[in-house]
Structure formats: C-alpha cells, structure tokens
C-alpha cells in the first residue's frame, strides 16, 4: 500500500491573530492549533550571522518551529525528499512531527526562533546519523506504521 512520505507531514500552521490597537496578539492550545500537548518550550535567539542550528532529526520528538522575531529558515528532509520553508511571521509556524532532518540557517540579526515540543529533553531521542534516519523511515514504510 502507498504511504505517504514523512516530509507531506510538515506544514505551516497560521494560528490565530488577535488584533488591537495595543498591538496584536497570537495564542496557541496544545492538542488545538498543533497536534500534540506542550511538554517544554525552549528558544535559540543570539544567532552569529551565518551560523546554522539543527543537523540532526528525532525518534519521537513532534517540534513546532515560530520566528517569534525576525527570520530564518528550515530545511526539512525525511531521507529522500527535502523542503526549504521560510518563517518571519509570528503568527503562523511550521510543524514538524518526528523521523525528520532539520537544518536551520540564514538567521535574521536579532531573530528567534520559539520551539514547542512534544517530549522533555532526551539526549536518547536524537539521530544523528543521516543513513540513519533514511533507514527509520525506510523501516516505517515498510512496517506500514
Ligand atoms: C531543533 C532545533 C530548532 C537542553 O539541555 N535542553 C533542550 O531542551 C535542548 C533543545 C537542548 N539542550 C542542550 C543540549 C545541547 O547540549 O542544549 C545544547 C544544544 O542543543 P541542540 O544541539 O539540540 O541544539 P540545536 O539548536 O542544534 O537543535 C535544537 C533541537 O534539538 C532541534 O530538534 O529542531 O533546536
């Protein structure tokens, strides 16, 4: 039976925008706007130009990527297919379940970028094995998971 590949399961999530003369605001519910319950949030922020974050992908980990300030962009890769995306909006995101390459780069000066994950830290959850995480998803094809 065809499965569809892990990179169509990444997208951009615009959430909601509440606007006001006092500025606007944006809210996110885990399990609403994203697919998981939040178990930790954690922010890269003080980005050396031209420096790059990321170069790794996760066993179980679910991730919800927002340039809370300025931009920067994701490039996604589930071993066979890859995606660039662009975030510089605070009011959508980009989701990002697990068995995925990450590689974050171009970060604007001043950026942050705001992550909402699934799973508190677990060194044990990383792949850091390219070959590696081409063979899990290969693996899960197969198995039909
Ligand atoms: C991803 C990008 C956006 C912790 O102690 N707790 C944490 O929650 C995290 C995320 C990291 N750390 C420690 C572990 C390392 O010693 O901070 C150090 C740097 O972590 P890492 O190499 O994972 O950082 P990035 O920016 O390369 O990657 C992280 C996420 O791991 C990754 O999934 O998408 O941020």
Redesign the pocket.
């Known amino acids: 039976m065809f499965k569809a590949p892990q990179i169509s399961k990444c997208k951009l999530v615009y959430l909601p925008k509440v606007k006001d003369v006092r500025g606007n605001l944006t809210f996110i519910e885990g399990d609403e706007h994203i697919p998981f319950p939040i178990k930790?949030v954690?922010y890269?922020y003080d980005v050396p130009g031209g420096e790059s974050?990321?170069?790794?992908a996760?066993k179980d980990?679910q991730?919800f990527?927002i340039a809370a300030n300025g931009s920067f962009d994701v490039v996604l890769d589930d071993g066979h297919n890859k995606e660039r995306y662009h975030l510089n909006r605070s009011y959508y995101g980009l989701y990002?379940p697990n068995l995925i390459w990450?590689e974050?780069d171009n970060f604007s000066s001043g950026s942050v970028?705001l992550?909402l994950?699934s799973e508190k830290?677990d060194?044990d959850d990383?792949i850091r094995d390219y070959d590696e995480l081409k063979k899990a998803n290969d693996d899960a094809n197969s198995l039909d998971i």
């Open positions: 930790r954690y890269l974050r990321g170069g790794h996760h980990l991730q990527l990002i990450r974050l970028c992550v994950a830290y060194e990383y």
